[in-house]
């Protein structure tokens, strides 16, 4: 069964960094794309940034020039580096898997916090 186990969320001041990292347990069959989401109190899950197999880029116009996202095939993980943060990325952060078929795969999320 596959598994999405983030990690690295936290509090952190405005313009301070935080990395996220996204473990994938298990064989994914018609991986298509790793990406993440966030979804602030109130609002809907909107998409962050997304890492296309193949290795294509797309950021959220919010966070391109801040965030950065990257996959490591060796060890099954995706990253997203998020610099120069701003209170209004306060939210839950979700991993997200895509197949060519299938639902989406979703992490349990991890609450990350910028104090103003």
């Known amino acids: 069964q596959v598994q999405l186990v983030e990690s690295g969320g936290g509090l952190v001041q405005a313009g301070g960094s935080l990395r996220l990292s996204c473990v994938v347990s298990?064989?994914?069959?018609?991986?298509?794309?790793m990406g993440w989401y966030r979804q602030a109190p109130g609002k809907q899950r909107d998409l962050v940034a997304v890492?296309?197999?193949?290795?294509?880029?797309n950021y959220a116009d919010s966070v391109k020039g801040r965030f950065t996202i990257s996959r490591d095939t060796s060890k099954n993980t995706v990253s997203l580096q998020m610099n120069s943060l701003k209170p209004e990325d306060t939210a839950i952060y979700y991993c997200?898997?895509?197949?060519?078929?299938?639902?989406?795969?979703w992490g349990q999320g991890t609450q990350v916090t910028v104090s103003s």
């Open positions: 298990g064989t994914i069959f018609g991986l298509n794309a």
């Open positions: 890492i296309i197999i193949g290795g294509s880029t």
């Open positions: 997200n898997v895509r197949r060519l078929s299938g639902t989406p795969l």
